[in-house]
C-alpha cells in the first residue's frame, strides 16, 4: 500500500511541551548563580521554590557540603574504570551504609536511578517471564522493561493501580510463565499518590509467581525508618521484591542504588549488572555526599527532619482542605497536584501563581489526560510554615478566577475529578457573558431539518459535505448490522441576531479504532487480536466531519464581531454532546498549519497531532497529452506518466457510471475491500456493504470503473463526488491481481486527473497517502492536522508500546468500550 506519514509519541510531546514552553511555564531557565533551596531567579524575579525534589534539604547541608569537598580532595574528580576491573573503596564505604539503612540487604550504587533500572531489569528478566507495568510507573522503569521484548519477554500493561485488573491478567497467565513481575512506584511523581501495599501483599500471597518491581525514588529520605522509603517500610523486601530508589532527591546527593534481598540475584547484577560495568561510577564529590547523607539517615538526625518536613506537609493538607481544594495528592507526601482540567485553565493558573513570586510545575499531558491537567508543587525542610500559607491562600485566590478568566466553571472541574464542589468556597465572580446576548446555537441530529440553501451557501464547497453528500452519508451509516457503521450526527450553526450565519460545522459519533493513525506494523499486530476481540483498543469518539470525508469541516466568518465566541460556544456543544452520545474521545481534524482555530485548540487542551496529507491539485486545465505534460515540471515524472499511464492506457476501458446493477455494486465493494484489508496505514472501520449501491442513488456520486479489455474483468474503480467547482474521489478499490503488471494504480490516478480535467473542476482532491504518484500530476501536499482530547491515556499508551515492539494483549474481559455501545 502507498505510504502516509505517520504521528508519533515524540511528535505529540514536543507539541504540548512547546507550547507550554512558549506560555512560559515549562523550560525556564535559572539566572541565580547560587542557590540555597529557598528561591529561584527566574526572569529578574525572586520566586520561591516550591518546585524541587530535595525533601529533606539535605543538598545545602553542610556535612554533605564537607563531605563532597573532602573526598573530592582525597580522590581527585573522578576515577574513570568501569567497575567490572575494580570497586574503590568509598563506593564501597556508602553501600555499606545503604545495607544498614536497608536492614542488611545488599545495595549496588549507580550514577543514576535510570542506569539502575536498566541494570537490574536487563540481568534479572528472562524471557520465560513476564512483565506487567502499571500505566503511570516511571519512563525509567517502563524503557527497560520493554526493551526485554528483544529477548522474548512479554510486557504488558494494566490500568493505574487497577489491582483487580492485575489480579486477573495474573490469574489468566500464571500457568504461561516462569515470574510474573509487576512494576511500580512507591510515590507517583505526577500526582503523589502510593500504591495500596495492602492489596499488594494480598495479591502476593494468592499468586506465588508474583514478584514486585518498585521504583521508591520520590519516597527516599522523608518516609520510613532510616528514610528507606514507604515501600520499604510498609512491604520490606524478599526473594520476590527489589527495590529500586535514589540517592537523589530526599537524600541529597546524585545517583541511584538498588537493593536486594536474594543472593543470588545480587551476584548477577553485581557481576555484570550492564551499564553497572560500562559505564563510570559515582564521583567522589557524589558519593562524599551520600556517605553523610547515608550516617545523617542511620541517625536520629534523620527523623528530626522527617518531623519538621511532616509538620509543613500536614500544615498544608489541613489548608487545602480547609479550602476545598482539588488536592489529588496522598496525605503527608511532599509531592501536591492540584487538578485544574484544561491545559488552558492550567496555564492561567500556573501563570497567576508564578506572577505571584511563587515558583510551581504543571502536570500535563500526556501524563494525565489533556483535560485533566494540574498544577503540581513540592514541599522540602527549606520551606517555612509561613510559605505554606502563603502558598495555600494563593492558590485558593487565583484557582476560581484563573477558571472563570477561562471561561469554566467550578461545578464542571470538581466533577471532572470526581470530588465535591461545595458553593460557596470561592469568589465565583465571572466576566459577563455578552456573546450568549448576541449569538446563538442551534443543534441538528440530521442534515434534513437544515435548509439546504443554508447550508450549501458555505459547505457545499468543502469535499463531499453538500447537503446531499450529507443526506448521502446518513443513510449509508444508519440502520446497520455493525454498531461501528451506526454514526449519529451532530450539526452546529451559529448565528446573531440577524439570522447571519457566524460559524457553521458538524461531528459524528462513532466506534473509532486507536490506532487510526498508528504505524502499519502496530496496527497489523493489533488486528490480530481483533479477530477475537473486534473491539479492542476501539473508542466511542466524537469528530468533527466524518470518516467518509475529507475535507475543510467548519466555516468560520472571521470578520464577525463575536467569530471568537461562537467558537466557545462550539466548544460547550462539544462538551455536552460528548457526555450525551458517552465518548470518551473528542478529535477536531483537517486543519492546516496556520488555521485560526490551532492555537484556541491548544488552549482549550487538545494535543495536536499530525495527520497523512492531503493532495491537492488546482486548476488542472489542459485540452489534450501534450499539454498535460507541459503542466509536469519534472522531466522524470513526464517520463513516468508516458511510460506507464499513457503506454498502458489503450489496455483497459474506462467508463463513467452513475447507476450500477447490483452485481456491479457487489464488485465495487470487493475491489474496496482488497484495499482496505491491505492498508494499515491508515487503519478504519470496513463501510456497509450497501455503501456503493446507495452511492449511486445521488447525482453526486459518479465511479470511474477500469476494465481490463483482454477479459471484461473490473479490475479498478474509483468512487468520485462531483461538486461545482470541485472534484473528490475519496475511494479506490483495485484488483491486485494486475498491480504489478499492468500498474493500475498509476492508470487510476491518470484517469482520475482526466475525469476532473473533463469536467472542468478547478480543484482535484486527490485524498490521503501516496504523495510521491500524485505529485507526478502537479499535486501539492498540503499538510493537515487534527486535534484531540481523551479521557484517559491508557489506549495510547498501549499503542504506542506497540510500536515500541511489545504485544501488549489484554484479558479478553476488559474491553475498551462502554457496556451500551
Known sequence: MAKIIHNNAIDVIDSVFSAAKEKGIMHLNSDEETFDGTKFTINGKRLKNFGTCGYMGLSNHPKLIEGAINLTKRYGTQLSMSRAFMRPLYIRELEELLSQIFNGNKAICY??????????????????????IDQQVHFSVQYPAKSTRLQGTEVKMIKHSDYEMLDQMISEETNKYNRIWYMADGVYSMH???PDTKKLKALMDKHPKLNLYFDDAHGMSWGGKKGAGLVFDQLG????????????????????????????????????????SYSHPLSPANVGAAIE?????????????QDELRTLTSHMDKRLAAYNLTNLSAANTPIYCIGVGYNKVT???????????????????PVVPND?????????RDNKLSDVDELADVLAYHFPKAIAEENDTLERVYKKFDLTYIPGSFDTTTKAATAEQSITVEEYTTINDIDKELWDSVMEQRGSISHSGMQCTEEIFSGNQEKENNWSFHYLLIKDKTGKLVCATFFTGAIYKDDLLALENVSKKIEEVRKTDPYYLCSKTLAMGSMF??????????????????????????EKIKKEISATVVVFRDFEENHCMNKLLEDEGYVKIRMPNSNVIKNPKWENYDELLKLIKSKNNRNNIKRYAFRNEHLFETKIKNSISEKESKIYFDLFSNVKDKNYGFNFFKYPKKVTSILSKYKNWEFIEIRLKENNEIICVMWCFKGDNHYCPLIMGLDYN???SHHTYTQAIFQTVKRGNELNKDTIYLGFSADFEKQKYGAKPVPKFAFMKVDDTYNMELIESYSNNIELVESSNYKYLGKDN
Do not use: C
Open 738 to 740: 494486475y498491480s504489478k
Open 347 to 365: 496555564r492561567n493558573f500556573v501563570h497567576r501563581i508564578l506572577g505571584e513570586g511563587l515558583y510551581v510545575n504543571t502536570a500535563t499531558f
Open 237 to 276: 523486601i524478599n526473594n520476590r521484591i527489589i527495590l529500586i530508589s535514589t540517592l537523589a532527591k530526599g537524600f541529597g546527593s546524585v545517583g541511584g542504588t538498588a537493593i536486594f534481598s536474594d543472593p543470588e540475584i545480587y551476584r548477577k547484577v553485581d557481576v555484570f549488572g550492564g551499564p553497572l
Open 293 to 305: 547523607s547515608a550516617k545523617i539517615h542511620l541517625s536520629n538526625e534523620i527523623y528530626q527532619y
Open 549 to 574: 470525508a475529507e475535507g475543510d469541516f467548519i466555516y468560520i466568518d472571521n470578520n464577525h464581531t463575536h467569530w471568537r465566541e461562537a467558537i466557545d460556544m462550539i466548544f460547550a456543544k462539544v
Open 372 to 380: 485533566k491537567s494540574g498544577l503540581r508543587f513540592t514541599i522540602t
Open 192 to 194: 503523589g499518590d502510593i
Open 111 to 132: 550514577s543514576s536511578t535510570s542506569s539502575a533500572h536498566i541494570s537490574v531489569i536487563g540481568t534479572v528478566i528472562k524471557p520465560d517471564d513476564l512483565i506487567i
